[in-house]
């Protein structure tokens, strides 16, 4: 069964950084366009990051624009999210998210418009 796991978090201090991976099971993952998304306790989901099946190119929400970047690995269909200069406002359950069309990442915000997601992965920044 297609599938995809998070893992990689856990607990960082403010400054830290982390690399969550996003393992894809089943099926290739240059087939993918994928997606980083977020979701703190009481508040609405966040679209943090994606990265384009077709050419690579990446979209981020402003939060996180310039200490977080998406990568992707297409022969260990393995996807990333390196996480640097944390901040306590990055503490929230991360989801990987996938979709076969180019053009959801236009739209990081929207993550419905993805078809697969993963469990999620827990990060806590604190001191």
């Known amino acids: 069964q297609w599938q995809l796991a998070e893992s990689g978090g856990g607990l960082a201090q403010p400054g830290g950084s982390l690399r969550l991976s996003c393992d894809i099971d089943g099926d290739p993952l240059r087939s993918y366009t994928l997606g980083w998304f977020r979701q703190a306790p009481d508040k609405e989901r966040e679209g943090v990051a994606c990265?384009?099946?077709?050419?690579?190119?990446?979209n981020y929400a402003d939060s996180v624009w310039g200490r977080f970047t998406i990568l992707r690995d297409n022969a260990k269909n393995t996807a990333y999210l390196q996480m640097n200069s944390l901040k306590r406002g990055d503490t929230a359950v991360y989801y990987c998210?996938?979709?076969?069309?180019?053009?959801?990442?236009?739209?990081?915000?929207?993550?419905?418009?993805?078809?697969?997601w993963g469990q999620g992965t827990q990060v806590t920044v604190a001191s």
């Open positions: 990265i384009k099946k077709s050419d690579g190119s990446t």
């Open positions: 998210a996938a979709d076969y069309s180019d053009w959801v990442c236009d739209a990081l915000s929207q993550g419905s418009l993805y078809t697969y």
